[in-house]
């Protein structure tokens, strides 16, 4: 403010005689600051000017966050009233966490886009005596895939609400991590259970722009086929917004938290063409919602089924071989995606390889996204019947030893038997182009 | 180039006559730099124009890394001949790692206090029954440590060197690690038994200014008593330099990858003091190369004892509800530590509670940074005979509750039990405020 008076003040000494010489002078600060502001790569932008965060921006890149800085000023944190539990509301959350930004600029910077993956399991061993071990593994998959993408990820093993120790469990976890982390955008639930396929895949933040609740689903099986399994619970996010503190409590209404949980469960089995257990889980809860209150909540929710959120486990493991071939062919025929480098940048050529799939796979025999082992339940081991034998283990071992083959390679090593996953070997150099491809099957030799 | 000659030519213009106002314009023009700058918060500093790795800063700040950036130029990734193994040396590792970091500044800028947690466990289930849920906690207690103070972690299960399948393993991963992440500084090796309890403290970089490899280790142990116990590598950290990677492979040569290892093994039990049990071992060979090379390696190798790097379990277990007690008095006296915030910023007030616990406990009930549960095996489940019955998985359970809840409270939560993980209670707002203590203990009421 003062700066700016001072400059006025300046300015009115300025005699008619020398404006020519003036605006030429001035020209020349407008240079001056062009110049002076490029040395630092920093032209101001109009987006700086207006930014009504306070962040700043570096290259157009935002700057590293500061997590030493928390100043005084009040938030919603001194809000005695304000709970990080479901039941009790938070009013004017938009506003609130828009201030907390605005009051921590270099987490504003970049906020729009910033992710944090909420998963867990119970508190005690499993029963199934691999169970733990499979848990081990999936969260190691689930902490590769964030550290990969720059995601911070956090696993729970407490249980928040002593009634909701079930299906349930994530709700209340999502509703505690939306006011512990203002600084997220998105709070991505995954079960223990879904495993990343594709460890370079970015899920498509500018298509839900309009959408605070992004789930896999099928619009026809929801609202013609009224079936439970039309959406998938197993992993999907939600913006961290009033609207989703206001659904996620109206969600947990027909949840165990309920006094009418009996009559919410009689309701669903009635409502669901397919429900053949009772009780209301967090899965059928959400499609009865969108099926009688599509005008309240419907429209900010996304039914995703262009890429797989939550590929159904059986038919994904039999094509693992498949789609390792694809992503050879791939490395063969592409120097880029087969050339070494930092794993911090190998998000790098995501976007290469997705466009390469896309023109030469037609979308066949690409690996999907996320792969859920639905009805496996690994950790009491009471898996689905119909899955005889070892066949949910031994395909959770091969799919985790698929996706930790994408981790490796940016370490050097392979599993060269996926349905083992005890031993690795190092990885050729420039493998898998051509030339090795040839040496390996001993053409170069039988010429 | 072409604005500074158009600057030129434009200057060239100014009449002498005009010259008066033309230096008050360029003293206008020099504030507008300043001001339009400083609206972009990002006024032009020396170190800005100096920049020898091309990273910007913002208000002082790093920027954000940018993981899609990768430059075509050659890397040291391009050379066929450099492996992620060891016994193949890399020769110029400094050099290779600057000029990489040189074409990625983003992640050049505050590269030298970049840190990345590597730890792991065995590719199959453990034997002991609770062996893997112990690990998973243990994981999900390092994931935390993690995310609090925005380290990388990496979490192998696959075995690098199929020699290296034991103690050794360590070894192998942090070589590898080396390689596959030159953003890093330092690589901090944990046991998978080892458990950060103070999620806040944060080692002092800065004291290791000239060293390369720090662990926790006492001198007069090393070499007066020779003892194979005089230091502990259940968690040490290596500078990411060409001074490690020719360590490690020297380290390396006393390992089951050597023809020596026999030799090895007998010399070791021969010269220290107290090895009781065949084999080389990892941490008795550092301990013989600092007997025996210290001229060579000594200088550059920090044996730290001012904190507890790897606290022995025994010694604080007991100890967790007089810590639990002194955190609690530590909240109760300032304010701004049982302030609710952000988790991503509960690092701020770090500094203001370690000089109140140095100020008001001199060290004495301060709980330690890391717990080692040496001797406890728990995948294995083989724990030493001395630990009776369940001693070690009681004391596993209560050390990761009593970390956990350092965690939780930033999710509004507390194990009121740390001897039972399973529940959870919603914490109360200002706890532990004199009044709410006064509350709880009824005093209010007999008033």
């Known amino acids: 403010m003062s700066r700016a008076k001072a400059q006025t003040k300046q300015s009115s000494y300025i005699s008619r005689d020398s404006s020519r010489s003036y605006f030429l002078a001035v020209f020349v600060s407008m240079l001056l600051v062009f110049v002076i502001c490029s040395l630092t790569e920093t032209l101001p932008s109009f987006q700086n000017m207006i930014s009504t965060t306070g962040a700043d921006t570096c290259n157009g890149e935002p700057p590293a966050v500061n997590r030493t800085h928390d100043p005084k000023e009040a938030t919603f944190y001194d809000e005695p009233e304000l709970t990080y539990t479901l039941g009790k509301t938070i ?103 879904a495993v990343f396929t594709d460890m370079y895949f970015k899920v498509p933040l500018q298509r839900y722009k309009q959408h605070n609740l992004v789930v896999p689903g099928w619009p026809d099986m929801v609202y013609e086929k009224k079936s439970w399994v039309s959406l998938n619970t197993g992993s999907f996010f939600t913006r961290n917004c009033q609207w989703s503190l206001d659904f996620l409590d109206v969600w947990a209404r027909m949840s165990p938290r309920s006094p009418d949980y009996k009559f919410w469960s009689e309701t669903l089995m009635s409502t669901l063409s397919d429900k053949m257990f009772p009780g209301a889980d967090e899965q059928s809860s959400l499609v009865y919602l969108l099926l009688t209150e599509k005008k309240k909540w419907g429209d900010k929710i996304y039914l995703e089924n262009q890429y797989d959120l939550s590929a159904y486990w059986v038919g994904v493991v039999g094509k693992l071989i498949k789609f390792t071939r694809t992503e050879a062919d791939a490395g063969k025929n592409l120097p880029l995606l087969r050339r070494r480098r930092a794993e911090v940048v190998s998000e790098s050529v995501g976007e290469v390889r997705e466009k390469y799939l896309e023109n030469n796979t037609a979308g066949e025999g690409k690996r999907p996204f996320i792969t859920h082992f639905t009805g496996c339940q690994p950790c009491s081991g009471n898996h689905d019947p119909s899955y005889v034998g070892n066949t949910c283990w031994d395909a959770m071992e091969r799919t985790l030893n698929y996706a930790d083959n994408q981790v490796l390679r940016n370490l050097g090593f392979v599993h060269r038997d996926i349905s083992h996953g005890s031993y690795v070997s190092p990885l050729a150099f420039d493998f898998p182009s051509e030339v090795l491809q040839r040496k390996k099957s001993g053409e170069e030799y039988n010429r």
Chains 1, 2 share one sequence.
Not at 99 to 125: E, K, M, N, Y
Not at 145 to 167: E, M, Q, W
């Open 91 to 193: 009013e004017d959350w938009d506003k609130k966490r828009k201030s907390w930004l605005h009051l921590h600029p270099s987490f504003a910077a970049g906020a729009d886009t910033r992710i944090l993956i909420v998963t867990g399991s119970q508190p005690s061993p499993c029963k199934n005596p691999i169970g733990d071990h499979l848990l081990l593994r999936c969260f190691k998959n689930k902490a590769d895939y964030s550290r990969i993408h720059g995601y911070d990820i956090f696993y729970n093993t407490a249980c928040l609400d002593p009634k909701l120790c079930n299906v349930w469990a994530k709700v209340a976890l999502i509703r505690a991590a939306m006011v512990a982390h203002p600084e997220a955008e998105w709070i991505w639930w995954m079960d223990s259970d």
